[in-house]
């Protein structure tokens, strides 16, 4: 039986990252720190043989996505379904300032954040859809070697949930850090988890431990 490898790899860390400031469709630039990772990323794949690699378009993820394709020389793919969820009018605000400014929808966000639609942002159901509709299309259309998607926090939850058969619900309880890898074997349409969020290869940059951000 044909077999897949999926690699789930999130964008490198930007300064809204390190101060829980809202990103969304804010096109975020990486900083220092997610060079490095992205360059450490490409590294511990750099024999990999690629079939292919996909991308969201926001810069965050498609400055991460070009290094690591660059010791293959390959031409990656931009695909707007693996963009990060809007956050409406959180975007641009510090998770402390949110969570002063609307306590309710905070405090939904934090204990049922599939539930949940941001002020003026997008419902979790439909993210659901424009996420793992993308990600169905892939593996529809590969079936074997192995393809990489580059992305970012909330559609990563969306997708590990997904892809371990659970509900839009079990989102809430997966982590994916800066650069993290989640890699699954994908045989038909069984998805087999191999790893889940690893940054061992981000060991030797000395960065500390991410909160869930």
């Not at 360059?39 to 991460?64: G, I, N």
């Not at 306590?103 to 204990?111: C, G, I, N, S, T």
């Not at 989640?182 to 991410?210: A, C, M, Q, T, W």
Request: glycine share 8%; aromatic share 8%.
């Amino acid at each position: 039986m044909s077999e897949m490898e999926l690699i789930l790899i999130r964008h490198g860390e930007t300064n809204w990252n390190r101060h829980k400031v809202f990103r969304g469709r804010r096109d975020v630039k990486l900083n220092a720190e997610g060079i490095a990772q992205a360059d450490a990323t490409a590294e511990a794949l750099k024999d990999k043989v690629f079939e292919a690699l996909y991308t969201s378009p926001l810069k965050r993820a498609l400055v991460t996505a070009r290094r690591i394709a660059a010791p293959h020389g390959m031409v990656i793919r931009e695909n707007d379904g693996f963009s990060d969820v809007s956050y409406g009018l959180w975007e641009g605000m510090a998770e402390d300032k949110v969570a002063s400014d609307y306590p309710k929808q905070f405090d939904r966000w934090v204990e049922a954040p599939s539930k949940m639609r941001p002020p003026g942002g997008e419902n979790m159901k439909k993210a659901w859809k424009r996420v793992n509709s993308s990600l169905r299309e892939i593996v529809w259309t590969h079936g074997t070697g192995t393809v990489v998607i580059v992305s970012h926090r909330v559609p990563m939850k969306l997708m590990t949930a997904y892809l371990m058969g659970e509900k839009r619900h079990a989102m809430g309880k997966y982590k994916h850090d800066p650069c993290a890898m989640s890699i699954f074997k994908v045989r038909h349409r069984d998805y087999e988890p191999v790893v889940l969020n690893d940054s061992s290869h981000l060991s030797g940059l000395g960065l500390p431990e991410y909160q869930d951000f």
